[in-house]
């Protein structure tokens, strides 16, 4: 897989008072904003073969393959030959969101990072500048997450059409003014098998952001209707959206796209190298 290039910005710095300040910089200010999405072929789904059929115990319930989920692969073997060879949706899809902001001193990133990262956990991650946002709903009128804390996700699919998925925190974790990461993962009851991670990093008087989606759609009804490349780029879109919302919670004078959409500056598909590609056919086949 392709990866992105980071620019290092390269800067003095004075050390003052126990603070690490940047003298070539007078307000909080923005370096990059980058959204990218790993543009990977969807390699072809193949049919198990007979072999599998016949290589199963007789035993009535596992010839009656709906007892388990779709994609499941069942055998005798202790690790199937192909074991990746069951996926019966479109290949999980990785987008990625990255900001650098650099500050007048350490201060003013450590205060920057506890801003977003208040936000992030009252699950403020949806741009507010669509016509219907996508809201986040904690249990028992809580309006700060937990870990392990079940969320509920309510979507616009086509107006006036919203769907309510659910979700887990898997990782709420926090070093005051210095780091955090938080996990978003789907459960069962969900139009999309994936997660949402956000991470925030101080340097100095640097801060890093970045936001990874890495899903797909559940249903092939809802696949057929949304269709992959949209699917694609209206993802591209929300990441996008939700990196300069999180540069907000950051530098109040941010200013939001006024559409959500992707900036051509900033947002890139990143092919998947041809081997890469090869390797996953071979994997399915």
């Not at 003013?108 to 709903?137: C, H, Q, R």
Request: proline letters at 7%; aromatic letters at 8%.
């Amino acid at each position: 897989m392709l990866r992105p290039l980071l620019l290092v910005v390269g800067v003095s710095r004075a050390v003052g008072f126990g603070i690490d300040t940047d003298p070539q910089v007078t307000e909080p200010e923005v370096t990059s904003i980058k959204v990218l999405v790993f543009d990977e072929e969807q390699a072809p789904v193949a049919p198990w073969p007979e072999s599998f059929y016949s290589g199963l115990p007789q035993v009535d319930i596992l010839y009656n393959l709906s007892f388990f989920p779709p994609g499941v692969i069942v055998g005798v073997e202790a690790v199937p030959s192909h074991p990746f060879a069951g996926r019966r949706l479109w290949k999980e899809i990785k987008w990625e969101g990255t900001a650098q902001l650099r500050f007048p001193d350490s201060s003013g990133a450590a205060a920057a990072l506890e801003a977003v990262f208040k936000e992030v956990t009252a699950m403020k991650i949806f741009s507010p500048v669509y016509a219907n946002p996508t809201i986040v709903s904690m249990p028992d009128g809580k309006t700060t997450i937990e870990l392990d804390m079940e969320v509920a996700i309510t979507t616009t699919l086509h107006d006036p059409i919203r769907t309510t998925s659910l979700e887990y925190i898997t990782s709420l974790d926090h070093i005051t003014g210095d780091s955090f990461t938080v996990t978003i993962s789907a459960a069962k009851e969900n139009i999309i098998d994936g997660y949402y991670r956000f991470i925030g990093k101080t340097s100095g008087s640097s801060l890093s952001l970045n936001y990874v989606k890495v899903q797909t759609l559940v249903g092939e009804a809802l696949r057929a209707a949304v269709g992959l490349e949209t699917y694609k780029i209206s993802n591209l879109d929300s990441v996008s959206a939700s990196m300069h919302l999180l540069v907000k919670y950051a530098i109040p004078s941010h200013t939001l796209p006024a559409d959500g959409l992707c900036l051509p500056n900033e947002c890139t598909r990143v092919p998947v190298s041809r081997l890469r590609r090869r390797t996953l056919v071979e994997m399915n086949a």
